[in-house]
């Protein structure tokens, strides 16, 4: 599968005009494109960010909603969006466990890394860092999105409600320290959001 994500930043009082904007006309949108998988809703009130993430089976399925997303998503995103950013992804690995529930936790790892060593990383997280993950109480899905060309990924974990997410934050750490040493990535941002829509289908 491949993802757009598009990651924005804004007002925190503005921030529910946008949700209720994505989760009607923007669902509508995603739905009515061909090879269209799923999408996801995440926000951190507090700050005032919005992340969100559409699944499509092909890399030309997601090309091809790009410009009529490109075209409605400022619309959608008024008044709340002072900045936003786009970017696409090759998903690498995904692991579903129970589906997770509205009010669960996304943790978001930025990573960087030579593009030469994508298949080491992919490699290296499907072997070494995802069966540790599976260990984590509450998780619900796991997934690694990259770019390889850009030498850039996310690693995301879902878990299925806010205490199951903060208890697991050492046990990541632990896992992440040590599948950055063994894929030659470096960690650039590590985030935490609250999950207000999540599905994906990857069958």
């Known amino acids: 599968m491949f993802v757009r994500t598009v990651y924005a930043t804004g007002d925190p009082a503005r921030l529910d005009t946008a949700i209720r904007a994505l989760n009607s006309e923007g669902r509508d949108l995603l739905e009515e494109r061909p090879g269209y998988r799923g999408a996801g809703v995440f926000v951190d009130r507090d700050l005032g960010k919005l992340f969100t993430v559409s699944w499509w089976e092909s890399e030309e399925a997601r090309r091809n909603s790009d410009e009529v997303m490109r075209e409605r998503r400022p619309a959608l995103l008024e008044p709340f969006a002072g900045t936003v950013a786009v970017e696409n992804y090759e998903v690498a690995v995904f692991h579903t466990l129970p589906h997770p ?103």
């Open 101 to 203: 529930t509205a009010g669960g936790g996304l943790r978001m790892t930025r990573v960087e890394f030579d593009p030469a060593d994508a298949d080491l990383f992919a490699d290296t997280f499907h072997a070494s860092v995802l069966p540790r993950f599976e260990n984590l109480p509450g998780l619900a899905r796991a997934a690694l999105l990259l770019d390889r060309e850009r030498g850039r990924g996310i690693v995301g974990t879902l878990f299925t409600d806010h205490r199951s997410l903060a208890a697991s934050r050492a046990g990541q750490a632990a896992a992440r320290h040590e599948g950055a040493a063994k894929a030659h990535v470096t960690v650039v941002g590590l985030e935490e959001f609250q999950v207000l829509h999540a599905d994906a289908r990857a069958d």
